[in-house]
């Protein structure tokens, strides 16, 4: 795990408060994790600042994947970032409504987030805009649902032969 | 010792069929002289994705040795083996890998589904597995358990050894099987 630094944190954290005030919805810290939320507009050149700024130096995309609120219809995408320079780890998160879920892509800040969009993409079915091929990674090609999606049944639905009375349904 | 003989894990010899015999020679009909060939060396290729597939080592292995039911030699090649051996869950995207192979398969050729994932997607009821192999190939014998025991494989295998010792010359000719084919959407 790594390791423990609150200085750090506040240190960044005023940082961001000064450059994107209005942007940054929320902040917050778990588990001595530093985690921001910010505006979808503002998600691409927050992310290229955290990555250029020299005090900052988040130089690595550790993960990224999506996440559904059912209750506000929103999806969401949570970004892990790593400074290699400053051992310092940080949780960027964003969210879009369901109805139109579009974000810019982070592809042209990390070129390692193409399959990790692509992923997302293929379970939630978020639209990276500008993804050079935004197409489903792991599962079949011709699955029209995104099955991380709350909605989505867990079960398959074409078995037969699952008796509902011994499932208590 | 004698209940130890009936055992299937001490074979004995392959029967002969029905025929006349007499000094020197012995007489039986074609189809049964080539289903004792066939049933006495299949060759399987192991389609092992999961632990099934590890149990079927067991069984491949000194202990349980299926080499003694004539399955000496595993075929890694579709085109020169005659026993599909499924074992282990089949995700929907290695389903169209799985036809494939069996469709390279020469006929004639008998598939086996060990374990429950094989035979019925298994405890994985869920979008991304396929709920048994037999929506995409028609299978000759289920062998159930999670993961089965070797003693249960050879007990399928066995089962396949019946059908293919008294499967007629003509099966694969017949309007039936024709049929079945067609339902898989093949040929």
Same mark, same amino acid.
């Given at each position: 795990?790594?390791?423990?630094?609150?200085?750090?944190?506040?240190?960044?954290?005023?940082?961001?408060?000064?450059?994107?005030?209005?942007?940054?919805?929320?902040?917050?810290?778990?588990?001595?994790?530093?985690?921001?939320?910010?505006?979808?507009?503002?998600?691409?050149?927050?992310?290229?600042?955290?990555?250029?700024?020299?005090?900052?130096?988040?130089?690595?995309?550790?993960?990224?994947?999506?996440?559904?609120?059912?209750?506000?219809?929103?999806?969401?995408?949570?970004?892990?970032?790593?400074?290699?320079?400053?051992?310092?780890?940080?949780?960027?998160?964003?969210?879009?409504?369901?109805?139109?879920?579009?974000?810019?892509?982070?592809?042209?800040?990390?070129?390692?987030?193409?399959?990790?969009?692509?992923?997302?993409?293929?379970?939630?079915?978020?639209?990276?805009?500008?993804?050079?091929?935004?197409?489903?990674?792991?599962?079949?090609?011709?699955?029209?649902?995104?099955?991380?999606?709350?909605?989505?049944?867990?079960?398959?639905?074409?078995?037969?032969?699952?008796?509902?009375?011994?499932?208590?349904? | 010792?004698?209940?130890?003989?009936?055992?299937?894990?001490?074979?004995?010899?392959?029967?002969a069929p029905e025929g006349i015999s007499g000094q020197g020679f012995f007489a039986t009909?074609? &189809?049964?002289?080539?289903?004792? #060939?066939?049933?006495?060396?299949?060759?399987?290729?192991?389609?092992?994705? !999961?632990?099934? %597939? +590890?149990?079927?080592?067991?069984?491949?292995?000194?202990?349980?040795?299926?080499?003694?039911?004539?399955?000496?030699?595993?075929?890694?090649?579709?085109?020169?083996?005659?026993?599909?051996?499924?074992?282990?869950?089949?995700?929907?995207?290695?389903?169209?890998?799985?036809? &494939?192979?069996?469709?390279?398969? #020469?006929?004639?050729?008998?598939?086996?589904?060990?374990?429950?994932?094989? !035979?019925?997607? %298994? +405890?994985?009821?869920?979008?991304?597995?396929?709920?048994?192999?037999?929506?995409?190939?028609?299978?000759?014998?289920?062998?159930?358990?999670?993961?089965?025991?070797?003693?249960?494989?050879?007990?399928?295998?066995?089962?396949?050894?019946?059908?293919?010792?008294?499967?007629?010359?003509?099966?694969?000719?017949? #309007?039936?099987?024709?049929?079945?084919?067609?339902?898989?959407?093949?040929?």
């Amino acid at each position: 795990m790594f390791k423990i630094n609150a200085e750090r944190n506040k240190f960044v954290v005023k940082i961001l408060s000064d450059n994107f005030s209005e942007a940054i919805v929320q902040q917050e810290v778990i588990l001595d994790m530093l985690c921001i939320t910010v505006t979808k507009e503002a998600i691409n050149p927050f992310l290229l600042f955290l990555r250029d700024n020299n005090e900052l130096k988040y130089d690595f995309l550790t993960t990224l994947c999506g996440m559904h609120y059912p209750e506000i219809d929103q999806l969401g995408v949570v970004y892990h970032l790593h400074s290699l320079t400053n051992n310092h780890y940080i949780r960027v998160k964003t969210a879009t409504e369901l109805s139109n879920p579009v974000l810019p892509t982070a592809t042209n800040i990390w070129p390692s987030a193409n399959w990790m969009e692509r992923e997302t993409f293929d379970f939630f079915g978020i639209q990276f805009q500008g993804h050079p091929n935004l197409v489903r990674i792991l599962n079949v090609d011709d699955m029209t649902a995104f099955p991380l999606r709350k909605d989505f049944p867990l079960e398959d639905q074409t078995r037969e032969d699952k008796d509902d009375s011994m499932f208590g349904r | 010792m004698a209940e130890k003989q009936n055992s299937i894990l001490t074979p004995t010899t392959a029967a002969a069929p029905e025929g006349i015999s007499g000094q020197g020679f012995f007489a039986t009909s074609l &189809e049964k002289a080539v289903g004792l #060939a066939r049933k006495n060396s299949l060759w399987p290729l192991p389609f092992a994705t !999961s632990c099934c %597939g +590890i149990e079927f080592m067991a069984t491949m292995g000194s202990h349980y040795d299926l080499a003694r039911f004539g399955s000496e030699r595993l075929s890694f090649s579709p085109r020169q083996s005659d026993l599909l051996m499924v074992m282990g869950t089949v995700a929907k995207k290695m389903g169209p890998v799985l036809r &494939e192979i069996y469709i390279q398969m #020469a006929e004639p050729k008998w598939v086996i589904a060990v374990g429950a994932c094989a !035979s019925s997607g %298994g +405890i994985f009821d869920t979008y991304s597995v396929l709920q048994g192999i037999d929506r995409i190939i028609p299978v000759d014998v289920y062998v159930p358990g999670c993961p089965p025991r070797p003693e249960q494989i050879i007990d399928g295998i066995i089962k396949i050894q019946e059908l293919v010792g008294n499967e007629s010359l003509r099966r694969r000719n017949s #309007a039936e099987y024709e049929a079945l084919m067609k339902k898989y959407n093949m040929e």
